[in-house]
């Protein structure tokens, strides 16, 4: 099946930095992939869709220029929370659609990252 | 609007015992996909099911079977025989048939005990 990776795995960072994860398709092109936050005992919560090539389309709520999203290739979309705060510490997790014949596939997802934000 | 609800939020089993999820649905769509993933301790979600609105046909996985029945727009998960590996959060999902975005019901936490 589709692999989609995740890195980094894990981090921890003080509060005010910027911490950039990468989401990549390894075995297929995604020209959409979703990003999803999820709190500790809680369901996934869709954060963005990312678009190849465009703007990322972020869902209501979710402050555009605190999580910065870009998808740049076929096989990587980046999300920068910027100015991290300990209220960002999260599960995050991407999943992206294949390139062809996607109305019939599922979304593959990557295993996560978790941010710890001091 | 789409929901999905998952009554439960927590199960505990003992091995061997059957466990049975529940999910009901809310769309205004007539073609959809409903799916059930499995995230273990380590987060990632594992696919499970993938179940499209014309297809009422239930279904069985070895140890999992679905129960799907659009008239009370329901997507039941039953595992037989539970295991302790087992033990993770089910999540129940939805999707529209011309679109990407999944809605996740709440998730039921699922403990089988040795």
């Known amino acids: 099946g589709a692999v989609v990776s995740q890195h980094p795995s894990w981090v921890i960072c003080k509060s005010g930095t910027s911490v950039k994860i990468e989401c990549r398709s390894l075995?297929?092109?995604?020209?959409?992939m979703f990003w999803y936050r999820q709190f500790p005992k809680q369901s996934l919560m869709l954060m963005a869709t990312s678009n190849e090539g465009s703007k990322a389309t972020y869902e209501q709520g979710v402050e555009k220029d605190k999580f910065l999203i870009n998808h740049a290739s076929l096989t990587l979309s980046t999300l920068t929370v910027t100015s991290a705060h300990p209220e960002d510490s999260s599960f995050y997790i991407c999943?992206?659609?294949?390139?062809?014949?996607?109305?019939?596939?599922?979304?593959?997802f990557g295993p996560g990252t978790r941010l710890l934000v001091l | 609007a789409q929901k999905v609800t998952q009554a439960q939020t927590e199960i505990s089993v003992v091995e061997k015992e059957d466990v049975t999820l529940d999910c009901v649905y809310e769309?205004?769509?007539?073609?959809?996909?409903l799916f059930w993933y499995k995230q273990p301790p380590s987060g990632e979600l594992v696919f499970l099911i993938r179940?499209?609105?014309?297809?009422?046909q239930n279904e069985i996985s070895g140890r999992y079977s679905w129960n799907f029945q659009k008239s009370t727009s329901s997507f039941n998960f039953t595992i037989t025989a539970s295991q302790v590996v087992d033990s993770a959060v089910y999540f129940c999902a939805l999707r529209k048939a011309a679109g990407n975005k999944l809605t996740f019901g709440g998730g039921t936490r699922v403990l089988v005990k040795p």
């Open positions: 999943s992206a659609f294949p390139f062809e014949g996607a109305t019939q596939e599922t979304q593959y």
């Open positions: 769309t205004r769509d007539t073609t959809y996909y």
């Open positions: 075995d297929f092109q995604a020209t959409t």
């Open positions: 179940r499209n609105s014309f297809d009422e």
